[in-house]
């Protein structure tokens, strides 16, 4: 399954600047000053003196079946992003900002309407050959024609990629104003035209030639992948890398249920965990290995933007058109028993799709979001500009009855009537009733108690659980009613909003708008994010958009956590410092002694 979890973000935060012109660069921040000079040595959070070698082993739930992550077939393999380098790379101690990797240099006018890379001379792919200017522009012309749908509207506003010299290339922006795209496309992935040119469309199972610090060196589709560091990487002694990528291996084992997953970690057969669920975080972290203190349980504080996770609600069915019914599923679901029983109270309700951020809608509308919102007010509901967005609350005993009468008010106002105990349309005769699809059999526990509060109420909900490639592909095709997705954000929103959420997104299998949201008005606020000229401008618009999402009720919010959990057999130095945006695992580091003292503790 192709899991956008929230911990795999562009992030952005800082008061707002003017933007400058920047000539020759090593870095650009979306606002203001990087945190880093010309002339740094490393992050703040690596330890530059961490020894490489070793290994360290892995989990993913699930299968694959490709090492091609640029395409819509196939299930790819996890971690592929560390084989391809890009023109530049993230900072994950401060939000937005960007350092140079393959291109040594950024230049940009005032208004950001282009962007011009010089590419390092000693940058390579891994098989010797140097990234060329060619092969730059040949990924972003393949990517948004041939790529994943994602490509083509992250990129779309990219009119054009030309070559201005033997080492640089210039990039030419159209549309409004849109700060971001210099940082956008610095982030792009660059390929060997000469490996790619023929096998780009094909569901891989070779090992693909990449430039980054790992390569892949064995594998077995869909049950493990192991990675070897690439020991003449060009880009090892470069400030950005210092201290990173320290492990000679990497292996990810694939496992099909979680808690044989689990019960493989207690035994030794990978090394690290991330948490994921709070009934497991409280009960079964109890082994001896624990309480030997040969593994360690940490829960690491973070300030990641926590985005939303909820049921998604597919509004191409005809069922769902009407906002009164996707407002009454809202009050049908007991997320205060869910966290006292379920999840040991450790979580947070969702109230926002920028949740954890600044950019989170509270309150009532400013007078700026007035200004964004008032032209659309026929077409919006008027709960938007007189009540702030609240989630239903119940009393944590299971006992729902007060939200279930509100639910069975807004159906029947919807034309949704009670006939022999089943909801019924009062025109057509169809009944209500629904799928909710999952990938994942730990939802069901939570799925199921919904599905019976919506029995109560005279909804037909069936739960099923199906596997992670026909998971995949079925939300590529929106072939579902309701499911489960987890959508990150980002405190710098950009053109990754029109694949969420734009009219045109709408219909294009394999774009992340899985709820269907066909909105001139949500047309409207993603633009002005995009060419927001400032902080304040982009927070407006934010929250702006913010409000028409829940309040057009396309997801039953979930909930939220702000710690990673995080759970390792104690063979690993770690700096001393976490960087606030990330948890930091290419900093690690295999450390002999303690494995050598823990295999002679453990036999």
């Known amino acids: 399954m192709r899991i956008f979890l929230s911990f795999i973000f562009f992030l952005f935060f800082s008061n707002s600047f003017a933007i400058e012109k920047l000539e020759n660069a090593n870095s650009i921040s979306?606002?203001?000053?990087p945190k880093y000079g010309d002339d740094f040595k490393n992050f703040d959070y690596v330890n530059i003196n961490a020894k490489k070698g070793g290994k360290i082993r892995l989990h993913q739930i699930g299968s694959f079946d490709t090492l091609n992550n640029f395409i819509l077939k196939?299930?790819?393999?996890?971690?592929?992003?560390?084989?391809?380098?890009?023109?530049?790379?993230?900072?994950?101690?401060?939000?937005?900002?960007?350092?140079?990797l393959i291109a040594e240099s950024i230049t940009v006018p005032e208004d950001r309407s282009w962007a011009t890379f010089k590419i390092r001379k000693e940058a390579k792919f891994h098989d010797g050959s140097p990234i060329r200017v060619e092969d730059v522009i040949w990924t972003l012309n393949t990517l948004k024609t041939k790529g994943h749908p994602f490509f083509k509207f992250y990129y779309g506003n990219v009119k054009s990629a030309k070559k201005i010299g033997d080492n640089e290339v210039k990039f030419v922006f159209q549309g409004e104003r849109n700060?971001?795209?210099?940082?956008?496309?610095?982030?792009?992935?660059?390929?060997s035209k000469k490996y790619w040119a023929n096998k780009f469309e094909d569901v891989l199972l070779d090992k693909p030639i990449g430039s980054g610090p790992y390569r892949i060196k064995s594998f077995k589709a869909g049950r493990t992948i192991e990675f070897e560091r690439v020991d003449n990487y060009w880009g090892k002694e470069l400030s950005v890398n210092k201290g990173r990528f320290n492990f000679d291996k990497i292996i990810i084992e694939y496992f099909r249920d979680a808690t044989v997953a689990l019960e493989a970690f207690k035994s030794g057969d990978y090394d690290f965990r991330l948490e994921n669920q709070a009934?497991?975080?409280?009960?079964?972290?109890?082994?001896?290995?624990?309480?030997?203190?040969?593994?360690k349980k940490d829960s690491v504080k973070h300030e990641i933007p926590t985005g939303m996770q909820g049921f998604f609600i597919n509004t191409r069915k005809e069922i769902f058109k009407d906002r009164n019914v996707r407002k009454a599923l809202n009050y049908a679901f007991d997320f205060e028993w869910t966290n006292k029983i379920l999840f040991f109270n450790q979580y947070i309700r969702t109230a926002s799709f920028f949740s954890n951020s600044d950019l989170a809608s509270s309150e009532l509308p400013s007078k700026k979001e007035l200004e964004l919102l008032g032209p659309f007010k026929d077409q919006l509901p008027n709960d938007i500009f007189n009540i702030p967005y609240k989630n239903p609350i119940n009393d944590g005993s299971g006992e729902i009855r007060k939200n279930l009468r509100i639910a069975d008010k807004l159906l029947y106002d919807a034309g949704w009537i009670i006939k022999n105990g089943k909801r019924i349309n009062k025109d057509s005769g169809l009944p209500l009733k629904f799928t909710i699809l999952l990938v994942s059999p730990e939802f069901e526990r939570i799925a199921l108690p919904y599905a019976r509060n919506l029995k109560k109420i005279g909804i037909e909900a069936k739960v099923r659980t199906v596997d992670s490639a026909q998971y995949e592909r079925r939300l590529e095709n929106f072939s579902f009613d309701m499911t489960v997705v987890s959508l990150g954000q980002s405190l710098s929103p950009g053109n990754e909003q029109r694949d969420f959420w734009n009219s045109n997104s709408a219909e294009i299998g394999g774009s992340r708008n899985y709820t269907g949201v066909s909105s001139q008005v949500v047309d409207f606020l993603i633009d002005k994010i995009i060419a927001a000229k400032d902080r304040e401008s982009l927070i407006h618009a934010t929250k702006a958009l913010d409000r028409?999402?829940?309040?057009?009720?396309?997801?039953?919010?979930?909930?939220?956590?702000?710690?990673?959990?995080?759970?390792?057999?104690?063979?690993?130095g770690k700096p001393e410092i976490n960087p606030k945006y990330d948890l930091g695992i290419d900093t690690w580091w295999y450390d002999s002694t303690k494995v050598k003292l823990l295999e002679t503790v453990i036999k």
Do not use: C
């Open 30 to 33: 979306m606002h203001g000053i």
């Open 74 to 100: 196939g299930s790819p393999a996890a971690n592929l992003s560390q084989v391809h380098d890009s023109l530049l790379t993230k900072s994950y101690d401060e939000p937005f900002t960007m350092y140079g």
């Open 179 to 191: 700060l971001e795209l210099p940082l956008i496309i610095g982030q792009m992935k660059i390929l």
């Open 279 to 295: 009934k497991r975080w409280a009960n079964a972290y109890n082994f001896k290995a624990i309480e030997n203190g040969y593994v």
């Open 548 to 572: 028409v999402l829940l309040f057009g009720y396309y997801v039953v919010p979930h909930w939220h956590i702000q710690n990673f959990r995080i759970a390792y057999w104690d063979k690993f």
